[in-house]
């Protein structure tokens, strides 16, 4: 997630003003929206004429334009957190309790403040548009027997509607952390601005017809049951009494009205419009494709060429730009191709082919590592713990390796640990060991220290034992301790209780009784824990919450792939190109390592389709504004990797025999060859 | 500009014309005097009676049996319909008006496009490369692009798949795989064949060194989209990565990520539909013909497209180049073969050009042989030596094959205009149906 502070010079000078455009053109759009909903709204069958004239006159009128100048600041409102919320790699919570965290994060929690607050004022002024008896929040009783009744009574109309704005104003923020609103996806091929945001206005017109129906479903049944809470609120706080000659709205005669669920309906979709608008707008200008210079002849751009771009790793809009740059320049224009593969001017050195192969190169040995290790965990565990909580930090630092690792097969994410451990040779086996007696059920949250099961002494235990542990057993032991140490915490008490034993004939001065105090509670505490555990793993909610959602954990794995995909294209385009535009040869030299590392994430893909869930597809959403691109991701990724290694043989032929690459990858080299993959 | 009275008399005498060694055409009475090549190929024999049509009616029990798909709120709104009819006369009347008002309109569309009164199978059969599709037994055929494989659609909704490598030839079965209209294999990959059915895309994944004859519905993989059916055509990119499909309903064509399974509609209003599309061989452009006299081509960077009226008919086939300047096209209702030259400096081609003139010509000899007629199908092969034609038949011969030196084998050549010669008239035993290039 992007924000103002960073000082990355794309952002500054590409992304705001983009972000700046595309809010400037839905504040444009909306006097046509607005027109379209009056019309909508005030249509009567039997007046046609009646109807065209007012709504004419109704478009001049003075509170119409006082409700656009309050529109146009919402779409801003909704334009601002656009961009502050933004992100190409999509966070995926791996089970429930995870999603839950997501939506009561505080930042969440003002999102959704904000969009409550935004919805009403829209709903606002849609009731002043409607007219009629959604105009004011006052209206004149109706007078009955009784001469001393108030003049101004609450218009229930209008508190159901501004009640409707907030409810959807929620519902659009809560459903966008369900289904990854915030991510912008890259479409696969390039169109203009212009036509595709034609193409996609129908589509955007439906989603906001189709959602607006469940909100008003969802609404009217939440309504019913609760509408009177508000309603006594509001009334009361505002001092203006309730008519009770007319019917109250939560009952059945009131919401069964069809002119009032059509008023509902018609203004929920005008709200949804105009978000979503907003949302398409910035979707389609951020994703434009930006050119970047391979090489410029004045120093001071060079942080903003394709080579030093590439690299960086803290904006990743401007990484994942970049790189759909580069697989466009890779396979359209040929000129930049030659800027690609020249020598610098003295020395003669292919800086440009060397610094963005060694980028791409690095991009998918980064993977390979991740998938890798993925598979490690899992076929050691049985099953794959969720690679972390809330993978936001992921979606920050964009998958760091060693980082995702860590919190991908490691228990304790919090503990300060060199990831070097990670590559002792018992580890898998302790862990298969560790892990072997507790039941999949409680596998979830058995090692996760912030899960809100473990108390703060346990966790502060937790992070003292480590130090303690190391100083009572030998060094060369201490990693495999250390790995344990949180490990006591999921299995039974054996493995602990040995520790211990070990130590405690062993008199030494460091090691004083408080400390031997502190594992007997550990260990008390750790009895408590189990039984707890054994008590909650039988309630249904809980192993609902905590289980982990299937295919998550793969979906998290290829979250960021875009960028694979990319780098995959651009690197075997650029060979296959070589072929006959390298005049200097200077792609041969880095061919082998090219080929290595394509054949390995080859594997590595290949292993991970054949675990569980792997393969199987997502279900289709109909209609809906979230984009669901991320969760097919692995299969493009696989099928762009063939289509490399396909694009690179089917180039170079018989060349290849002459590299020199691992007789594995010979093999391998060679089904490809055949056409046998 | 090059024409038909230009070309050796065809053979005469039931002579056929079999192979072609040394750069001659070696003619036969009997089949079976083949040379043996490198791979041979396998017989292909699909008699007519074998293949019955999918689903005809006389041929199962299933119309004997009321087809009970209702769902319980269908069925009782249906008996509350027969039972009580107290449906109010206004609420009938109005309906009906509706119903009127919309076959009207719809009349009215379908006088403008006359294909959409087609339907699926009719639509399928007019449009299809393949001359005669709806009585022929095979419907399509596609080459693989890498290796000595190749896929027969049969008249039966079946797909076979024949190997130069491998002994086994899987038949490829699927429920939804009716009436295929055409097919083509992935470039740059080994196993994916898509293929076009009445009301889906498929794209079937066929592993080269599986043994499975009867590869399970598993392995393909559906591409619908709501509106994009009977689908009559399909083109791959040439670097492997997207999919464009046709249909003659659908005004917009789709660009899919197959792997991904999610597609970018691109609608252009006009023409009423997209029927064929082509890409050009080195992925820059990309022609996709309509009902109506009209084409347009595409430019895949950007994915924008001029529009290219024809004055007499639809554009029925065309064909790329090997280097993707030129198109050659044919239309319909026309005895000629035009060609478009694209090239990046100039902006683009102002009108097309005649290259070829097929008009009936009698050759004189033992017996008046007379060959010309419409194109139904053009295919250039890769290197850019020949062309083949495809003529829709005349009454004496029901079609005939004949094939264009077209003088661009070498690179050189590429930049200079074109220049068809004639090459032969190739006489077959019976009538031929589809052409295409390896």
């Known amino acids: ?105 505080p930042r969440q929690c003002v999102h959704s403040l904000v969009h409550c607050t935004v919805g009403m004022m829209v709903m606002w002024c849609a009731s002043v548009m409607a007219g009629g008896r959604y105009q004011a929040l006052g209206s004149p009783c109706t007078r009955g027997e009784s001469a001393d ?129 907003t949302v398409l707008l910035f979707r389609i200008y951020v994703t434009e494709a930006h050119r970047f210079p391979v090489q410029s002849t004045f120093a001071e751009d060079a942080e903003q060429c394709l080579p030093k771009v590439l690299s960086e790793k803290r904006t990743p809009i401007m990484k994942f730009l970049a790189l759909q740059d580069l697989a466009l320049l ?24 060397n610094a963005i192969s060694k980028e ?191 295919e998550a954990s793969s979906q998290a794995l290829f979250a960021d792939s875009q960028a694979h995909i990319w780098a995959l294209e651009g690197l075997s385009h650029l060979v296959a190109a070589s072929f006959s535009e390298d005049k200097y040869g200077v792609v041969q030299t880095t061919l082998p390592s090219i080929l290595g590392c394509m054949l390995s994430l080859q594997e590595a893909v290949d292993r991970h389709f054949k675990l569980p869930h792997a393969s199987s597809k997502p ?45 594995e990858h010979q093999k391998r080299l060679q089904q490809f060859m055949e056409y046998r993959e | 500009m090059c024409s038909l009275a230009l070309f050796p008399p065809p053979l005469s005498g039931g002579q056929i014309t079999l192979y072609e060694a040394n750069n001659e055409l070696v003619a036969g009475s009997s089949p079976d005097c083949y040379e043996k090549q490198h791979w041979d190929p396998p017989s292909l024999n699909f008699p007519r009676e074998t293949l019955k049509p999918h689903s005809r009616p006389e041929s199962s029990s299933k119309a004997a049996f009321l087809d009970h798909k209702d769902t319980l709120w269908m069925r009782s709104a249906g008996a509350w319909y027969m039972l009580a009819y107290i449906l109010p006369k206004w609420l009938a009347v109005s309906s009906g008006c509706v119903l009127a008002l919309i076959r009207w309109m719809s009349s009215f569309h379908g006088s403008l496009f006359p294909h959409l009164t087609l339907s699926g199978e009719e639509m399928t059969a007019e449009f299809s490369q393949v001359l005669d599709w709806s009585d022929s037994a095979i419907r399509s055929f596609a080459w693989h692009p890498h290796t000595d494989k190749f896929a027969v659609a049969l008249l039966d909704d079946s797909i076979k798949i024949y190997n130069s490598r491998s002994a086994t030839a ?126 347009r081509v595409w430019e895949t960077r950007m994915w924008t497209c001029e529009r290219w009226p024809c004055l007499k008919g639809r554009c029925q086939s065309a064909c790329w180049s090997p280097d993707g300047s030129r198109l050659l096209f044919s239309v319909q209702g026309e005895m000629v073969i035009y060609a478009l030259t694209f090239s990046d400096m100039t902006g683009g081609p102002k009108s097309a050009a005649v290259v070829a003139d097929l008009s009936e010509t009698t050759f004189s000899g033992i017996d008046d042989i007379t060959v010309g007629g419409e194109v139904q199908s053009l295919a250039w092969d890769p290197t850019g030596e020949r062309l083949a034609v495809l003529l829709k038949g005349t009454e004496f011969l029901k079609s005939s094959l004949i094939y264009f030196n077209s003088s661009l084998a070498f690179k050189w050549e590429w930049k200079r205009p074109l220049n068809l010669n004639p090459g032969h008239i190739l006489q077959m035993f019976s009538s031929l149906k589809s052409v295409t290039a390896i």
């Open chain 1, 330 to 353: 890779s396979q359209h224009s040929p000129p930049r191709r030659q800027e690609v593969f020249s020598l610098s001017q003295p020395g003669g050195h292919p800086h440009n082919w």
């Open chain 1, 360 to 550: 791409c190169l690095a991009l998918l040995s980064d993977l390979t590592q991740r998938l890798v290790a993925h598979h490690d965990a899992v076929a050691s565990n049985g099953r794959a713990r969720p690679p972390s909580a809330t993978s936001d930090t992921r979606t920050t630092s964009n998958s760091s390796v060693s980082s995702a690792v860590v919190s991908g097969t490691e228990d304790l994410p919090q503990t300060p640990r060199p990831s070097v451990l990670l590559k002792t040779p018992g580890s898998v086996f302790l862990k298969s060991s560790g892990r072997g007696i507790s039941s999949p059920l409680t596998a979830p949250f058995t090692p996760d220290l912030d899960s809100p099961f473990s108390t703060p002494s346990l966790r502060h235990l937790a992070a003292q034992q480590v130090p303690q542990q190391g100083q009572w057993l030998g060094s060369v032991q201490s990693p495999h301790i250390i790995r344990r140490g949180p490990k006591l915490w999921s299995t039974s008490t054996d493995s602990q209780a040995n520790g211990s034993a070990l130590a405690s004939p062993v008199p030494t001065p460091s090691s004083p009784p408080p400390e031997q105090k502190s594992s007997f509670m550990a260990q008390w505490l750790q009895n408590r824990k189990e039984q707890v555990k054994g008590f909650m793993a039988k309630r249904v909610l809980v192993v609902y919450l905590f289980n982990k959602l299937p």
């Open chain 2, 170 to 295: 899987p038949t490829l079965k699927h429920r939804l795989q009716r009436n295929v209209s055409a097919m083509q294999w992935k470039p740059l990959c080994a196993s994916a064949l898509a293929v076009a059915c009445h009301t889906c895309l498929l794209v079937w994944h066929v592993d080269p060194s599986s043994l499975s004859t009867r590869p399970s519905s598993g392995c393909a993989q559906v591409l619908s989209h709501p509106g994009h059916s009977p689908v009559t055509s399909v083109a791959w990119s040439p670097s492997g990565s997207l999919l464009v499909s046709a249909s003659p309903v659908d005004t917009a064509m789709m660009v899919w990520d197959v792997a991904a399974e999610n597609c970018v509609p691109l609608q252009r209003v006009g023409g009423g539909g997209v029927t064929n599309v082509s890409w050009s061989p080195d992925g820059s452009r990309l022609l996709a013909a309509t009902p109506s006299a009209l084409f």
């Open chain 1, 1 to 105: 997630m992007l924000s103002f502070n960073q000082d990355c010079w794309f952002v500054r000078k590409v992304v705001r003003w983009r972000a700046l455009a595309s809010i400037a053109w839905s504040v444009l759009l909306l006097p046509a929206t607005t027109t379209l909903f009056v019309f909508l709204v005030r249509f009567s069958l039997f007046h046609p004429v009646e109807w065209i004239s007012e709504c004419f006159g109704l478009l001049m009128a003075a509170s119409t334009i006082f409700s656009l100048i309050l529109l146009c600041g919402v779409v801003l409102v909704i334009g601002f957190f656009n961009l502050e919320g933004y992100t190409v790699v999509p966070s995926i919570p791996c089970s429930r309790v995870a999603l839950l965290a997501k939506v009561l994060h």
């Open chain 1, 149 to 277: 009744a108030p003049e101004v009574c609450l218009n229930e109309y209008h508190v159901f509607l501004l009640l409707a704005g907030a409810f959807i104003g929620y519902s659009h923020s809560f459903l966008g952390v369900v289904q990854n609103m915030n991510y912008v996806s890259f479409q696969i091929i390039q169109q203009y601005k212009y036509l595709r945001c034609k193409g996609s206005l129908p589509w955007v017109l439906k989603c906001s017809a189709v959602q607006s129906l469940y909100a008003v479903r969802n609404y009217v049944a939440l309504y019913f049951f609760f509408g009177h809470i508000p309603r006594a609120w509001i009334s009361n706080s505002l001092n203006l009494p309730i008519d009770s000659s007319l019917h109250s709205l939560d009952s059945l005669t009131g919401l069964l009205d069809f002119s009032l669920l059509y008023h509902l309906w018609i203004s929920g979709a005008f709200l949804l419009l105009t978000w979503y608008i």
């Open chain 1, 619 to 663: 279900v289709k959403t109909s209609c809906s504004m979230g984009d669901s691109t991320y969760k097919t991701l692995r299969f493009a990724l696989r099928a762009a990797l063939k289509t490399s290694i396909y694009r690179i043989t089917s180039t170079f032929g018989e060349h290849l025999n002459a590299v020199c690459i691992s007789a």
